[in-house]
């Protein structure tokens, strides 16, 4: 059975600096009109870095939720960015590292049922001290947490991140 949807058209309600919103118009697999409100986003890379044991988070505030979250190191994809030098250069801003070899682990999807985000996680196989090069407007704390610890913050729901959360699963599965 396809079940593919097909556009009639995009409607755009909102363009902006990191996110632009439509609202099209679709036609459901039986030919059945409907809308399909969709988040436009370029997308974004993490690295996962484990050094002696310790994982590299960030701790940041994220406005949309009111908190501060604990993240692998990430940022938003520039148009046309290669993700691996995404990945690299916000290990670089955000840690002062430089990464020498990544490792691509994977590809998320982190909300389907409306935007087209695609956020690409990588490993860091290898990476030495440099300086950091903070956004401007960039608040965070870089924290080097023992691997152990940050399985349990997984597990008290301390680290609330999904691609934080993917990428350290995958570590402690792959271990």
Not at 147 to 172: C, N, P, W
């Amino acid at each position: 059975m396809d079940m593919t949807e097909r556009t009639v058209g995009k409607n755009y309600l909102y363009r902006g600096k990191i996110l632009s919103l439509r609202c099209d118009d679709a036609l459901l697999p039986d030919g059945t009109p409907c809308k399909r409100e969709i988040v436009e986003h370029s997308g974004g890379a993490g690295v996962l870095c484990v050094r002696e044991g310790k994982v590299l988070l960030v701790k940041q505030y994220r406005y949309a939720y009111g908190e501060e979250l604990y993240e692998i190191p990430a940022g938003k994809l520039n148009e046309g960015e290669d993700p691996a030098l995404t990945a690299a250069r916000e290990l670089k801003e955000e840690t002062g590292l430089i990464c020498n070899s990544l490792k691509h682990i994977f590809t998320l999807y982190p909300t389907p049922g409306y935007t087209n985000e695609k956020i690409y996680l990588y490993e860091a196989e290898s990476a030495q001290i440099g300086e950091q090069q903070l956004d401007e407007g960039e608040f965070l704390s870089v924290e080097q947490i023992p691997l152990d610890r940050a399985y349990q913050m997984i597990d008290s729901g301390e680290i609330k991140d999904a691609k934080t959360i993917v990428a350290l699963m995958y570590y402690r599965n792959k271990t």
